[in-house]
């Protein structure tokens, strides 16, 4: 079998595909990756082989600069128009186009895409083939059908397809979730099948009592948002200097540990450091509240605090408050008083810290991501079958 997975946009939407790319590779069958040429090299460094959709990045390019400028307040409103612009008009056109030139190329048995990668549905539609979504939204409420139908229809009708009005476009196949099911809003525009498999996408994770210790605090804005969030760094750091814990700090790969200037001893600032390797020793996630790292500490058991700066971060800020799972803060006016006061708040909600460790005895009792790779075949077979 032959799996193209696609993906449109950052990091984070690959790194979704990945858990399922390396079993299906175990398996003894064929990958390939296709998504931005900017990310060719992160692609191949973890041994796929890379379909660029679009230019690479420059060899001369400068890194992207840190923006310091005054943040204005997060709305989730304008983020769901920003994503419709973004993926299903101009991100869908281009993967539609780009995808169903790689489908004709490299010819997959199968196509598995990530959730808001519009385009390659289409693609795999206009070809025949059979395509699997996973989600990669958590709370599932970014994507508003007023929004994107009629951009989706526009890039349909450029490829000969009818109009979708009841986008059954989006979950047309297989629907894979590395999300526990129960995090998923109830108020998500786009309802899953009934048969949608939630699987667990890293290692079982063993709950481990944590009494008696310094608490230990893990900070990131993630791997696209932390050179777009103003002063925000430096008000976190005011925060937690002031605090009993030790506070692992990673602020991405395009800003120096050095520039924020000496810190606390217990204070420690990386470019990066494995998500999995911090969350088993930690005991509270502070956060943006981007998917990913909202899984890590849905599936460590551990409370979060929430500083939502865009894309569904806003969306799933508003559903881990729902749930009782985080406590959130205005990334445009928190100050560095009220950040500390928060995570000391938090570390003391004895609540919040049992309802964590239920999401994660949920995430535990899920299948594996080996699981993936029977229903990826049995798709395969059922569209030859067809």
Same mark, same amino acid.
């Given at each position: 079998?032959?799996?193209?997975?696609?993906?449109?946009?950052?990091?984070?939407?690959?790194?979704?595909?990945?858990?399922?790319?390396?079993?299906?590779?175990?398996?003894?069958?064929?990958?390939?990756?296709?998504?931005?040429?900017?990310?060719?090299?992160?692609?191949?460094?973890?041994? &796929?082989?890379?379909?660029?959709?679009?230019?690479?990045?420059?060899?001369?390019?400068?890194?992207?600069?840190?923006?310091?400028?005054?943040?204005?307040?997060?709305?989730?409103?304008?983020?769901?128009?920003? &994503?419709?612009?973004?993926?299903?008009?101009?991100?869908?056109?281009?993967?539609?186009?780009?995808?169903?030139?790689?489908?004709?190329?490299?010819?997959?048995?199968?196509?598995?895409?990530?959730?808001?990668?519009?385009?390659?549905?289409?693609?795999?539609?206009?070809?025949?083939?059979?395509?699997?979504?996973?989600?990669?939204?958590?709370?599932?409420?970014?994507?508003?059908?007023?929004?994107?139908?009629?951009?989706?229809?526009?890039?349909?009708?450029?490829?000969?397809?009818?109009?979708?009005?009841?986008?059954?476009?989006?979950?047309?196949?297989?629907?894979?979730?590395?999300?526990?099911?129960?995090?998923?809003?109830?108020?998500?525009?786009?309802?899953?099948?009934?048969?949608?498999?939630?699987?667990?996408?890293?290692?079982?994770?063993?709950?481990?009592?944590?009494?008696?210790?310094?608490?230990?605090?893990?900070?990131?804005?993630?791997?696209?948002?932390?050179?777009?969030?103003?002063?925000? &760094?430096?008000?976190?750091?005011?925060?937690?200097?002031?605090?009993?814990?030790?506070?692992?700090?990673?602020?991405?790969?395009?800003?120096?540990?050095?520039?924020?200037?000496?810190?606390?001893?217990?204070?420690?600032?990386?470019?990066?450091?494995?998500?999995?390797?911090?969350?088993?020793?930690?005991?509270?996630?502070?956060?943006?509240?981007?998917?990913?790292?909202?899984?890590?500490?849905?599936?460590?058991?551990?409370?979060?605090?929430?500083?939502?700066?865009?894309?569904?971060?806003?969306?799933?800020?508003?559903?881990?408050?729902?749930?009782?799972?985080?406590?959130?803060?205005?990334?445009?006016?928190?100050?560095?008083?009220?950040?500390?006061?928060?995570?000391?708040?938090?570390?003391?909600?004895?609540?919040?810290?049992?309802?964590?460790?239920?999401?994660?005895?949920?995430?535990?009792?899920?299948?594996?991501?080996?699981?993936?790779?029977?229903?990826?075949?049995?798709?395969?077979?059922?569209?030859?079958?067809?």
């Amino acid at each position: 079998m032959r799996v193209l997975f696609s993906y449109i946009g950052g990091l984070g939407h690959f790194y979704p595909l990945v858990p399922i790319a390396r079993a299906v590779v175990r398996a003894g069958h064929e990958v390939a990756v296709a998504g931005s040429g900017r990310l060719t090299t992160q692609v191949e460094a973890l041994g &796929f082989q890379a379909l660029a959709t679009s230019p690479p990045r420059p060899a001369d390019e400068p890194p992207p600069m840190r923006d310091v400028a005054p943040l204005p307040p997060a709305d989730a409103r304008a983020a769901e128009l920003e &994503f419709a612009q973004n993926f299903a008009d101009k991100g869908a056109r281009r993967h539609a186009t780009r995808i169903l030139e790689h489908c004709r190329d490299w010819q997959p048995d199968v196509v598995v895409r990530d959730e808001a990668d519009f385009g390659s549905a289409i693609a795999a539609e206009v070809c025949g083939l059979p395509v699997a979504q996973v989600l990669v939204l958590a709370a599932g409420t970014l994507i508003r059908p007023d929004l994107v139908t009629p951009r989706l229809d526009a890039v349909r009708a450029e490829h000969g397809l009818p109009p979708d009005p009841g986008l059954r476009m989006l979950t047309r196949g297989l629907v894979l979730s590395p999300f526990p099911p129960s995090f998923r809003s109830p108020a998500s525009p786009v309802p899953l099948p009934a048969d949608v498999c939630a699987y667990r996408a890293g290692p079982h994770v063993e709950m481990t009592a944590r009494p008696g210790r310094r608490p230990r605090i893990y900070l990131t804005l993630g791997t696209v948002f932390s050179t777009e969030s103003g002063d925000l &760094f430096e008000r976190l750091l005011a925060g937690v200097a002031g605090l009993d814990a030790d506070v692992l700090v990673t602020v991405g790969h395009h800003i120096a540990p050095t520039d924020f200037g000496p810190q606390p001893d217990h204070v420690r600032i990386e470019r990066f450091v494995p998500q999995d390797e911090v969350l088993g020793r930690a005991d509270l996630v502070v956060s943006h509240g981007g998917s990913g790292a909202l899984l890590g500490a849905l599936t460590h058991g551990l409370p979060s605090v929430l500083l939502p700066l865009g894309a569904d971060q806003p969306h799933n800020a508003r559903r881990a408050v729902e749930l009782g799972l985080a406590r959130t803060l205005d990334a445009a006016t928190a100050t560095s008083e009220s950040i500390r006061e928060t995570i000391q708040t938090a570390l003391a909600d004895e609540e919040m810290a049992d309802r964590a460790r239920a999401m994660a005895d949920e995430c535990a009792g899920l299948p594996d991501v080996e699981a993936t790779v029977a229903l990826l075949e049995a798709l395969s077979l059922r569209d030859e079958a067809d």
